[in-house]
């Protein structure tokens, strides 16, 4: 069956140009208008800017800065040596009061290292050495490197380091400016749009020269005539025809990466691959406006457009805001919240994330405070009955009801052939599900489960060859010092016998002497000991191990033979649920999962805003938000070009 | 301030699967309407006893599997069970034909496989083959039209006659019974009449069986207003129709004094109730609009084989419970083309 009436664009006046489409998808309630009926402004210069040290893919940064220390705006506060990674500016001038953990507008709600920096409200600028019109003629290795140190990252969510995104494995020929926006309530790049259309195209041409690609598509939704309009007026003002403006009808989720590559070139990246991979690069439009300032004014990425909307929220609007604003002074600014609110959400209705609280900061890839009003009863989840809703709605054309039964069964090699990491979260499916499943929420789970799985899988793997390695070292090293041994014993009999020549021939001590040796080593070669050989070598006689040895050699062997049953089992038996941790990897994995709760529990214990509302106690909801972190991690992972 | 934490997405549609089943209670008003008229108030009290038996049995099974009474019933699906099942009984079958009919379905066919959304076979048409091997003479005795009566049945005589079997004095049960079209055409062509002369019996109608084609049209109704809600896709209701037309036209071509003609087809039994509201059900039929377009094309054909040369005079339960059965293999075979691959 099919509930969702795929309805042509509301917005039949503005004509669409793409000959292309995605299958499924939806069209929703836009609730644009809302953040649209006031002007762009900027927040105010807030006291303290809690700046998390980890805002984007890639590279763990630390800072370069102390507590006490003076910084200027733009200063670079935390960088990282990993390549694949951006730096941290301060984004206003002030002291550094303190770099500790922190909760950070994460899924997880778990905290992470933070520079928190007292502005002096001077907003005083460091040196900036932008490169202007030059860049035309430096070489893409210096332009990447500028933007890099920038700290740009991609602002259409998976916060990616967008100097990698620009070092492509493959020729690109198409760099695609995603002017989409998707997602229900969100304007931050509309708005940004209208006001800087002309910044944005001369971005974009930095980044086809910094590519070598000769075309470039705008690609937007028909929901937004004004920016269209700017975006127009800005290629009548400066005529470029390698950019392309190509309008397509308002339909979630056409600002997912791959789906609009398909819609605007009728390319189809493959599964596991990027958009390199079909010959494309695809940016955020606001990342393209942090390139031009960047480039043009030597502005690093320290301050971004974000949308404060939502029914509970007084007036809703947009604001330029600093990195570390906390979000509870972007509400302020918004005339703040409205009687009733349900939740507060980083991001957009269908993607986005709860905070559980206000006194989180903005990140680079915050670009929506979204604040819901108290909901009534949600209805509640009945089975599923294989209406195929979800199927035709599905962007990825997955079969979501099967991924769902495989994930509930845990079948996790069944869903892995159904193409479950194809699943890109957008909840479309979750959305049209008439019996009310959380279906995202289950997708995320298991995916999380299997790569838990390979993890340990895998770690169990080195863990055995190193274990092979190290007896295989050893054992060498007995066979080392028995030899030699053996030839000493030899050399010493045969010099007693050249000094006693009465006590029998020669010829038999040697024999007599070889047979000894060959019966020794027949002993040790028969449990294959893994320890080095343990006789005392002062008694080149004593042929026989003793006691205590054999013993220890037969626990060693046994040891062994349990240890490799041990990582074997989770191979040939995956869905083995037993409850006690007997394989290795079940130890592994409840090793981990105490790990994981003991360290939920100190966070939340010092997490004074964590404790009340939910009945679940602090270590199951720790651990669950360690879970959700996990998946977060993967999610975004796999929204992004990793 | 402390706000509620959820996972994405944080809105979902109006959507609901108890408002969908509802929706599909409704499109079967027009065709009982018609029906009741054209055969009497049988038709309602058999969908009376078939509802209360159904509520009571799921109410009690979801009590002893200590699930959750409440959301079981409101999602509709007994309700829809046991009026489809309900819908393919004579009217005049006794009381406990519909009882046991809709305990099976819901005892058996749906909650002993694990209940709504588990069951492999669709739910009202294991009812009815249990009913129809377990009592073939009260699922063959089917009323006559109400336009061929001398005297119909009234509410009490009928609430009486099905109770307790005792018809009013001046009638005669073989006086309110008629071979349905599909019925007599089977028994004469094995008795080697030809088409031509059987057509002008009394079981005929304009286009199909007699009063049937009524039926169908009201189904038919209901069955496009579910389209158009989106209740259901076109995809199993057409292949049905289409491929039963299909292999119908092309025996009546081959010889048209033993096939019936392909609409004759179509406006005798249960064919349009069973495109529109009994293949469709999501749960027993493929998942895939593919799958759903073989599933159902399949139903249409197994029809056909079933009332050309089968032991039954219409097909339709068995066809779809065998369809049914291939439904998890046809969803195995064609699963769609996953983005990227
Ligand atoms: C379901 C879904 C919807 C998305 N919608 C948008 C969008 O509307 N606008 C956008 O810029 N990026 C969106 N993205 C992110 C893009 O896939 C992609 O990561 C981004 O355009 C890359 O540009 P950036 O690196 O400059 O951020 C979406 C991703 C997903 C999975
Ligand atoms: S998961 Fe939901 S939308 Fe998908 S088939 Fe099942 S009931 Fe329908
Ligand atoms: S969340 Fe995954 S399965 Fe659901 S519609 Fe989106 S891509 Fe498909």
Redesign the interface.
């Known amino acids: 069956m099919n509930f969702f009436r795929r309805r042509k664009s509301l917005n039949t006046q503005i004509a669409h140009d793409t000959a292309w489409s995605f299958h499924g998808g939806l069209v929703l309630p836009d609730h644009k208008a809302l953040s649209k009926q006031h002007p762009l402004k900027k927040a105010a210069l807030p006291p303290q800017l809690v700046i998390p040290l980890q805002q984007q893919a890639g590279g763990v940064n630390t800072p370069l800065v102390e507590v006490g220390d003076t910084v200027l705006k733009g200063q670079k506060i935390a960088d990282s040596k990993n390549p694949v990674g951006a730096p941290i500016h301060a984004p206003s001038s002030g002291k550094i009061v303190a770099i500790d953990e922190r909760t950070i507008p994460h899924p997880s709600g778990l905290p992470a290292a933070c520079i928190t920096l007292a502005t002096d409200g001077k907003d005083t600028w460091a040196d900036r050495a932008p490169i202007g019109n030059r860049y035309s003629e430096l070489p893409a290795e210096t332009l990447r490197q500028a933007i890099r140190e920038g700290g740009i990252v991609g602002l259409g969510g998976a916060a990616f380091p967008t100097a990698t995104k620009l070092t492509p494995t493959h020729p690109i020929d198409t760099l695609i400016i995603n002017a989409i926006e998707c997602e229900p309530y969100i304007t931050c790049d509309d708005i940004l749009t209208q006001h800087f259309a002309n910044e944005i195209i001369r971005g974009i041409d930095i980044l086809l020269r910094l590519l070598g690609a000769p075309h470039c598509i705008i690609g937007i939704e028909d929901n937004k005539p004004d920016a269209i309009t700017s975006l127009q007026h800005a290629l009548k003002a400066k005529p470029d025809d390698r950019i392309k403006l190509t309008v397509v009808p308002t339909r979630y989720p056409s600002g997912s990466e791959k789906q609009l590559i398909k819609l605007l070139t009728g390319r189809e990246v493959p599964s596991g691959g990027l958009p390199a991979n079909v010959g494309v690069v695809c940016q955020n439009i606001g990342t393209v406006y942090a390139i031009h300032q960047l480039v043009m004014q030597g502005n690093p990425l320290i301050s971004r457009l974000v949308t404060i909307t939502g029914e509970g929220v007084r007036n809703p609007a947009n604001l330029e805001v600093l990195i570390g604003t906390p979000i509870h002074q972007l509400i302020e600014a918004c005339g703040g919240y409205q009687e009733n609110t349900g939740q507060l959400i980083m991001g957009g209705p269908m993607m986005g994330f709860t905070l559980e609280h206000d006194q989180l900061p903005i990140v680079k890839a915050s670009n929506c405070i979204l604040v819901t009003p108290k909901t009534p009863e949600i209805k509640q989840e009945i089975p599923c009955i294989r209406c195929g809703a979800c199927e035709a709605v599905c962007p990825a054309q997955l079969q979501p009801q099967q991924l769902l039964w495989y994930s509930r069964s845990g079948e996790h090699e069944k869903a892995k052939k159904h193409n479950l990491f194809d699943c890109i979260e957008c909840g479309c499916c979750d959305y049209v599900c008439p019996s009310h499943i959380p279906l995202v929420q289950h997708y995320r789970y298991t995916k999380s489960e299997i790569k838990t799985r390979e993890q340990e899988m895998a770690a169990a793997e080195i863990a055995k060859q190193r274990f092979e390695s190290k007896t295989k070292r050893e054992e060498a090293l007995a066979q080392e010092k028995e030899d030699r041994l053996a030839k000493k014993r030899q050399q010493l009999e045969k010099k007693t016998k050249e000094q006693h020549t009465d006590g029998g021939t020669k010829q038999d001590a040697i024999q007599a002497a070889l047979a000894r040796v060959k019966k020794k080593k027949d002993a040790q070669d028969a449990p294959k000991v893994t320890e080095p050989a343990s006789e005392p070598a002062t008694n080149p006689t004593d042929d026989t191990p003793t006691p205590q040895t054999a013993a220890e050699r037969a626990a060693a062997a046994a040891k062994r033979r349990a240890e490799k049953k041990a990582q074997q089992s989770p191979a040939t038996n995956p869905t083995d649920d037993a409850p006690a941790p007997k394989t290795a990897a079940e130890r592994a994995a409840a090793a981990a999962k105490r790990r994981a709760e003991k360290k939920a529990q100190q966070s939340a214990s010092t997490n004074p805003t964590d404790d009340a509302l939910a009945p679940k106690t602090a270590a199951e909801r720790a651990a669950a938000a360690a879970k959700r972190r996990a998946e977060k991690r993967q999610s975004s992972a796999h929204r992004g070009p990793s | 301030?402390?706000?509620?934490?959820?996972?994405?997405?944080?809105?979902?549609?109006a959507?609901?699967?108890?408002?969908?089943m509802k929706n599909v209670l409704y499109a079967l008003v027009p065709g009982v309407l018609i029906s009741t008229e054209l055969f009497g108030w049988g038709v309602l009290i058999n969908l009376a006893i078939a509802c209360v038996t159904a509520i009571v049995a799921e109410a009690v099974v979801m009590k002893l599997r200590r699930r959750?009474v409440a959301?079981?019933l409101l999602?509709y699906?007994a309700l829809v069970t046991a009026c489809l099942l309900a819908l393919s009984l004579p009217p005049i079958a006794p009381w406990w034909i519909p009882v046991i009919g809709v305990l099976s379905a819901i005892l058996v066919a749906k909650h002993l496989y694990g209940?709504?959304?588990?069951n492999p076979f669709n739910p009202a048409m294991v009812g009815y083959v249990v009913l129809l091997i377990s009592f073939p003479r009260e699922l063959s005795q089917w009323p006559a039209p109400g336009d061929m009566l001398t005297h119909t049945l009234s509410v009490t005589e009928t609430v009486r006659f099905l109770f307790t079997g005792i018809l009013p004095e001046t009638v005669r049960l073989d006086g309110i019974t008629m071979a349905t079209a599909l019925d007599y055409t089977k028994t004469q062509l094995r008795l080697g009449d030809d088409l031509a002369t059987l057509a002008s019996h009394d079981s005929y109608g304009w286009l199909g069986a007699r009063g049937w084609e009524w039926v169908s049209l009201g189904y038919l109704l209901g069955g496009l207003w579910l389209l158009y809600k989106?209740?259901?896709?076109w995809h199993i209701p057409v292949a049905f129709l289409g491929s039963l037309l299909l292999v119908a036209s092309l025996f009546a071509l081959i010889d048209s004094t033993y096939f019936s003609p392909p609409l004759f087809h179509l406006a005798s039994g249960g064919v349009i109730l069973a495109a529109f509201f009994i293949a469709?059900d999501?749960?027993t039929?493929s998942?895939?609009?593919v799958g759903?377009l073989i599933y159902a094309a399949g139903i249409g054909v197994l029809v056909y084989v079933i009332r050309a040369w089968g032991g039954y005079p219409d097909g339709i339960a068995f066809a779809v419970l065998i369809m049914n059965l291939a439904a998890p293999t046809i969803?195995h075979f064609y699963?769609?083309?996953?983005?990227?691959?």
């Open positions: 301030m402390h706000f509620q934490s959820a996972m994405s997405p944080h809105t979902r549609s959507a609901h699967t108890g408002t969908l959750p959301p079981a999602d699906s209940g709504l959304g588990h989106r209740v259901i896709s469709t999501p749960v039929a998942t895939s609009p759903r969803d699963q769609p083309r996953t983005f990227g691959h």
